[in-house]
Nanobody, 124 residues
């Protein structure tokens, strides 16, 4: 099992940027793909981005493509989500999650461990 702790959320104006971090501890971080999901109030949780074990492959939801970059530093056991040109509709709790596979996936069932979430609020 891996413990995941997100940080970096906050309040930002539309058009601004935030960088979320997710620090992992526990089982070997570098072997597995990681992902970010988000859940807005009243909505179901949705996929945002994923990155393969090496960082060589990434995947993005259409709603964030071109504005968001996922990256990882396996030496620091940390995955990041750089978000630019933020919009009010990006407001949500953002969750980091860890898979037990090496390559990217959008399927929540593939993600075994989840962080507690960090709130991102984008004001108009």
């Amino acid at each position: 099992q891996v413990r995941l702790v997100e940080s970096g959320g906050g309040l930002v104006q539309a058009g601004g940027s935030l960088r979320l971090s997710c620090a992992a501890s526990g089982r070997t971080f570098s072997r597995y793909a990681m992902g970010w999901f988000r859940q807005a109030s009243g909505n179901e949780r949705e996929f945002v981005a994923a990155i393969s074990w090496s960082g060589g492959t990434t995947d993005y939801a259409d709603s964030v493509k071109g504005r968001v970059t996922i990256s990882r530093d396996n030496a620091k056991n940390t995955v990041y989500l750089q978000m630019n040109s933020l919009k009010p509709e990006d407001t949500a709790v953002y969750y980091c999650a860890s898979t037990q596979i090496a390559y990217t996936t959008r399927e929540e069932i593939q993600y075994r461990d989840w962080g507690q979430g960090t709130q991102v609020t984008v004001s108009s």
